[in-house]
């Protein structure tokens, strides 16, 4: 059975660090793309973050560049996020997630199979 599991999330004070971790288990990912997405209050899920596995190859939102970081390791197979200089803007719940999406829809939930449960991130101003 494949599970991501994530953890990290938090209250941080706007400025402030959080770095989330998604564990993978079940089966190997090294041929998938994993992602971050979020999802604030009453508000449509979004692409934060995307990396290839296999290259290390990385996307981010517009919004989180400068900020945002997206990393793995292989080894412990986990992917993190790292994020600085959290915003108030930035709070909301963020999912692991893992698929093959073609290269169109890379930053659409549609594009990835396996999920997470979430980890609440909330910024204070």
């Known amino acids: 059975q494949v599970q991501l599991a994530e953890s990290g999330g938090g209250l941080v004070q706007a400025g402030g660090s959080l770095r989330l971790s998604c564990v993978v288990s079940?089966?190997?990912?090294?041929?998938?793309?994993m992602a971050w997405f979020r999802q604030a209050a009453g508000k449509d899920r979004e692409s934060v973050a995307v990396?290839?596995?296999?290259?290390?190859?990385?996307y981010l939102a517009d919004s989180v560049k400068g900020r945002f970081t997206i990393s793995r390791d292989n080894a412990k197979n986990t992917v993190y996020l790292q994020m600085n200089s959290l915003k108030p803007e930035d709070t909301a719940v963020y999912y692991c997630?893992?698929?093959?999406?073609?290269?169109?829809?890379?930053?659409?939930?549609?594009?990835?199979?396996?999920w997470g449960q979430g980890t609440q991130v909330t910024v204070s101003s």
């Open positions: 990396i290839r596995w296999t290259t290390g190859t990385t």
């Open positions: 997630a893992a698929g093959l999406p073609p290269s169109l829809r890379i930053r659409s939930s549609r594009g990835y199979d396996y």
């Open positions: 079940g089966r190997t990912f090294s041929d998938y793309t």
